[in-house]
């Protein structure tokens, strides 16, 4: 459903431009200059916009912040969303099948994460994932140089050892996910801040 304020803005240039054309077409039916009568519809323009706008669009300054948010946290939704058609498609050349399935699993659960933190505790839905956003694009290289290794173990010192450390990474991240979901079920939105913060000092270290 399109919100009244929403719709503000589009109605509030089309009074304008009503406005603009009405009095330009009046004022050179009356031979006023070119020049004129286009700063006369332009002034005109500006107030009818700005009047329309202020009556249609009747949100008090909580409503427009909170709007505000809720479009920067959707783009940082659509971001990390992004981020995980990446992964999938980095984890469709792992070889390990338990490796492959835990980070398809990863990306099912960083889905759900998000689609709860929207549904019971909107406030930290940007936080969360500007958060995600950040670790994620780690991940992507843990990953990348996984597979790399994996490929072509020969060009890399004790590759199984790197191997290794590549899956730790990707299993730690995996119950991140798990525990934070768990708490955010429970309503324990404390306990989830705190593993936001965890997880915010915590660093994906490249397999080098």
């Given at each position: 459903?399109?919100?009244?304020?929403?719709?503000?803005?589009?109605?509030?240039?089309?009074?304008?431009?009503?406005?603009?054309?009405?009095?330009?077409?009046?004022?050179?039916?009356?031979?006023?200059?070119?020049?004129?009568?286009?700063?006369?519809?332009?002034?005109?323009?500006?107030?009818?916009?700005?009047?329309?706008?202020?009556?249609?669009d009747t949100r008090s300054t909580r409503q427009v912040e909170f709007d505000v948010y809720s479009a920067e946290a959707e783009l940082k939704v659509r971001?990390?969303?992004?981020?995980?058609?990446?992964?999938?498609?980095?984890?469709?050349?792992?070889?390990?099948?338990?490796?492959?399935?835990?980070?398809?699993?990863?990306?099912?659960?960083?889905?759900?994460?998000?689609?709860?933190?929207?549904?019971?505790?909107?406030?930290?839905?940007?936080?969360?994932?500007?958060?995600?956003?950040?670790?994620?694009?780690?991940?992507?290289?843990?990953?990348?140089?996984?597979?790399?290794?994996?490929?072509?173990?020969r060009y890399f010192d004790a590759p199984d050892e790197k191997l290794r450390q590549g899956e730790a990474a990707i299993a730690g991240f995996a119950d991140?996910?798990?525990?934070?979901?768990?708490?955010?079920?429970?309503?324990?939105?404390?306990?989830?801040?705190?593993?936001?913060?965890?997880?915010?000092?915590?660093?994906?270290?490249?397999?080098?």
């Amino acid at each position: 459903m399109i919100k009244r304020g929403q719709l503000a803005v589009p109605v509030a240039l089309l009074g304008g431009v009503a406005v603009f054309g009405a009095t330009f077409l009046v004022l050179r039916s009356a031979n006023w200059s070119l020049v004129i009568s286009l700063l006369v519809a332009s002034v005109l323009f500006l107030l009818a916009a700005t009047g329309v706008w202020l009556m249609v669009d009747t949100r008090s300054t909580r409503q427009v912040e909170f709007d505000v948010y809720s479009a920067e946290a959707e783009l940082k939704v659509r971001a990390v969303l992004k981020q995980l058609s990446e992964i999938r498609r980095h984890a469709a050349t792992i070889v390990a099948p338990q490796t492959k399935q835990l980070i398809e699993q990863e990306c099912a659960d960083t889905e759900v994460l998000i689609t709860r933190i929207r549904e019971r505790n909107s406030n930290a839905l940007l936080s969360t994932a500007t958060i995600l956003q950040g670790h994620i694009a780690n991940l992507v290289v843990v990953i990348d140089q996984y597979v790399d290794i994996q490929q072509h173990p020969r060009y890399f010192d004790a590759p199984d050892e790197k191997l290794r450390q590549g899956e730790a990474a990707i299993a730690g991240f995996a119950d991140f996910l798990v525990k934070s979901i768990k708490l955010v079920e429970r309503g324990d939105t404390l306990g989830y801040d705190v593993a936001l913060k965890m997880l915010e000092a915590t660093k994906y270290s490249a397999l080098t």
